[in-house]
């Protein structure tokens, strides 16, 4: 290793629709690559969910000469072809987190590991207390939190046993309310839970980031002081840079700007893919 850091560039919330044009952010992602070492992108790549945006996205991504890690989002799961989804991400080298995490070895540089998984709702209230429009919605939110924040916990034990010099979390749903920003309380049971972060708290990575919550705000972190980045394009206005040094020092290198359409990932297409 002759490098002591590794620099990530992160995004999230494309929203990509067939037809968008695609040389900005095209772009924009080279010029990351030219600055960064791994690129994360944590979920909601396409708007609809149609399996035709991801392929036509997909190209752009295959051009990307560095790693690239991503998680779904609801929005890239709104099709209901999550498999097929991921599917087209593979072909184009993408290394989509699901059930485990990823470890990434470049020569001359720390390893980075990354665990992840799309999350959930659920809100930040305590167990048990009614937080959606209805108790049954609460209580499949719950289940789904569960479930994730399980998934999340094996991918980040795994990790551990392969010691990276720095570990991050990828998400799409946040862990935590502190970068949720203007987002309206109501809506908070959509757009995370605290489960996802009592599981990252149990294992101190040097950071997570997420998306999702358009209206956030992007520095926060967890009830445990692990650092969190929304870095959702509509929150951090396109693709962020950060120098994570194995000494523990986390600088923010920089941003590349992205445009984003604020008509795209409305509240309401919001609501009915929250569960
Ligand atoms: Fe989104
Ligand atoms: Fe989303």
Same mark, same amino acid.
């Given at each position: ?12 919330? *494309?929203? #990509? ?33 149609? *399996?035709?945006?991801?392929?036509? *996205? ?16 609801? +929005? ?37 590991? #990354? ?10 209230? @305590? ?15 719950? +289940? ?6 399980? *998934? ?19 998400? +799409? ?31 101190? @990575?040097?950071?997570?980031? +997420? ?65």
């Amino acid at each position: 290793m002759t490098s002591s850091s590794i620099r990530i560039a992160a995004t999230a919330d *494309l929203h #990509i629709r067939i037809g968008d044009d695609l040389a900005y952010l095209r772009t924009a992602l080279l010029q990351a690559a030219a600055q960064a070492d791994v690129l994360l992108i944590a979920g909601d790549l396409v708007d609809v969910g149609r *399996l035709a945006e991801m392929e036509y *996205l997909a190209p752009i991504l295959a051009e990307i000469p560095i790693p690239i890690i991503a998680v779904l989002g609801n +929005h890239d799961r709104r099709g209901m072809r999550r498999s097929a989804m991921i599917k087209v991400l593979r072909a184009v080298g993408v290394r989509v987190l699901e059930r485990s995490g990823a470890l990434v070895e470049i020569a001359g540089y720390p390893t980075l590991g #990354i665990a992840g998984v799309t999350g959930s709702g659920g809100g930040f209230r @305590p167990d048990g207390e009614e937080e959606g429009p209805s108790a049954r919605v609460t209580r499949a939110a719950m +289940h789904k939190s569960r479930r994730e924040s399980a *998934l999340l916990r094996k991918s980040l034990r795994e990790l551990e046993l392969l010691n990276p010099d720095v570990t991050v979390v990828l998400t +799409h749903f946040s862990p935590t309310p502190s970068t949720l920003g203007t987002e309206p309380v109501l809506k908070y049971w959509m757009l995370g839970n605290a489960l996802l972060g009592r599981t990252i708290d149990e294992f101190s @990575p040097a950071m997570v980031f +997420h998306g999702h919550a358009h209206l956030g705000n992007e520095i926060g972190q967890t009830d445990g002081g692990v650092p969190v980045r929304n870095v959702a394009v509509p929150v951090s206005g396109g693709i962020r840079l950060l120098q994570f040094d194995t000494d523990g020092t986390v600088t923010d290198v920089g941003l590349i700007p992205v445009a984003f359409d604020a008509t795209r990932g409305g509240s309401r297409e919001e609501v009915s893919n929250a569960s």
